[in-house]
């Protein structure tokens, strides 16, 4: 069980993907996360950084219950949790919307599959739109909107069903650098307006530090956890070009650069 703190609890994850057999037959298999451990607080953003491999996909998918894991535990308010569920939403490297559907008719499809009421889910689209800074296109379809304000979509999406956890992949990694940085404050912005729990997935050192409460360094082959990087930096946190001048935020982003650089051998030598 939990400490009774941790809304999100990984508790000693293990997976092994069985692969086709190998050309003299037989099988192959590929432990792709071993014993990964951590607990998020609500209304915390931690993120996974680790190369590209790793297994942090795979994580992911197995807090959200599409993965089924060996061995561990996911935990929502210390109780497991094997299968999808209301009470954790996903956002995807590419938002995936519906193309025949308009933004707000995205954002409400969740809730039609529920069978809520015409009037709430206009009620909740119409709030969500707000939320992501997308009122005005309401009513446009997914091709007329840029890569951001489709991402924007997608996480207005995922919050439909009200998930108290958020679960990231890589949201922001198609985007134009400056794109990116305008949705990374919005996503503090709307953590702290909704005080969710997020789990995020990035390669990007900076959006890591810049959004996170702690960082998960994993390493690869298999995917475990090297360290956690505590982010001493507090919120409301100035805006990231301003942090980038900060030596905190520096001294950290080397320590993880060595992280990610080293081999796992070598930590443990
Ligand atoms: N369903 C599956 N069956 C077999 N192998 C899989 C499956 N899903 C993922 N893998 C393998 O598991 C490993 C980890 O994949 P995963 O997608 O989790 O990595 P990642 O850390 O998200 O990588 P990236 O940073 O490139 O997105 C890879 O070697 C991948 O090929
Ligand atoms: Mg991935």
Same mark, same amino acid.
């Given at each position: 069980? /939990?400490?009774?703190?941790?809304?999100?609890?990984? $508790? /000693?994850?293990?997976?092994? @993907? $069985?692969?086709?057999?190998? *050309?003299?037959?037989?099988?192959?298999?590929?432990?792709?996360?071993?014993? &990964?451990? @951590?607990? %998020?607080?609500?209304?915390?953003?931690?993120?996974? %950084?680790?190369?590209?491999?790793?297994?942090?996909?795979?994580?992911?998918? %197995? &807090?959200?219950?599409?993965?089924?894991?060996?061995?561990?535990?996911?935990? #929502?308010?210390?109780? *497991? #949790?094997?299968?999808?569920?209301?009470?954790?939403?996903? &956002?995807?490297?590419?938002?995936?919307?519906?193309?025949?559907?308009?933004?707000?008719?995205?954002?409400? @499809?969740?809730?039609?599959?529920?069978?809520?009421?015409?009037?709430?889910?206009?009620?909740?689209?119409?709030?969500?739109?707000?939320?992501?800074?997308?009122?005005?296109?309401?009513?446009?379809?997914?091709?007329?909107?840029?890569?951001?304000?489709?991402?924007? #979509?997608?996480?207005? $999406?995922?919050?439909?069903?009200?998930?108290?956890?958020?679960?990231?992949?890589?949201?922001?990694?198609?985007?134009?650098?400056?794109?990116?940085?305008?949705?990374?404050?919005?996503?503090? $912005?709307?953590?702290?307006?909704?005080?969710?729990?997020?789990?995020?997935?990035?390669?990007?050192?900076?959006?890591?530090?810049?959004?996170?409460?702690?960082?998960?360094?994993?390493?690869?082959?298999?995917?475990?956890?090297?360290?956690? &990087?505590? %982010? *001493?930096?507090?919120?409301?946190?100035?805006?990231?070009?301003?942090?980038?001048?900060?030596?905190? @935020?520096?001294?950290?982003?080397?320590?993880?650069?060595?992280?990610?650089?080293?081999?796992?051998?070598?930590?443990?030598?």
């Amino acid at each position: 069980m /939990g400490d009774g703190r941790a809304k999100l609890a990984v $508790r /000693g994850v293990t997976k092994t @993907f $069985r692969l086709r057999g190998a *050309p003299g037959g037989g099988q192959q298999f590929l432990n792709v996360l071993r014993g &990964v451990s @951590f607990d %998020i607080r609500q209304g915390e953003i931690v993120s996974i %950084i680790g190369e590209s491999g790793c297994g942090k996909t795979t994580l992911l998918r %197995i &807090v959200q219950g599409l993965v089924r894991l060996d061995t561990g535990a996911i935990e #929502v308010d210390g109780v *497991p #949790v094997k299968k999808p569920g209301r009470d954790r939403g996903f &956002v995807f490297q590419q938002a995936g919307l519906l193309p025949w559907r308009t933004a707000r008719q995205n954002i409400e @499809f969740g809730l039609e599959l529920q069978g809520v009421s015409k009037a709430e889910r206009t009620q909740r689209a119409s709030e969500l739109l707000q939320l992501v800074g997308l009122h005005h296109a309401a009513d446009q379809l997914p091709h007329q909107l840029s890569g951001g304000m489709q991402q924007r #979509v997608g996480l207005a $999406r995922a919050m439909a069903i009200n998930p108290e956890i958020l679960l990231m992949d890589e949201p922001f990694s198609a985007l134009d650098a400056q794109t990116r940085e305008v949705l990374q404050a919005e996503l503090l $912005r709307i953590q702290a307006e909704t005080n969710k729990t997020t789990l995020f997935v990035t390669h990007d050192l900076d959006e890591a530090i810049y959004l996170s409460n702690r960082v998960i360094v994993l390493a690869a082959k298999p995917g475990r956890v090297k360290r956690i &990087v505590d %982010i *001493p930096f507090t919120h409301p946190r100035p805006e990231l070009p301003e942090l980038r001048g900060d030596t905190r @935020f520096q001294s950290i982003r080397a320590e993880m650069w060595d992280l990610i650089r080293t081999p796992a051998q070598a930590l443990a030598a």
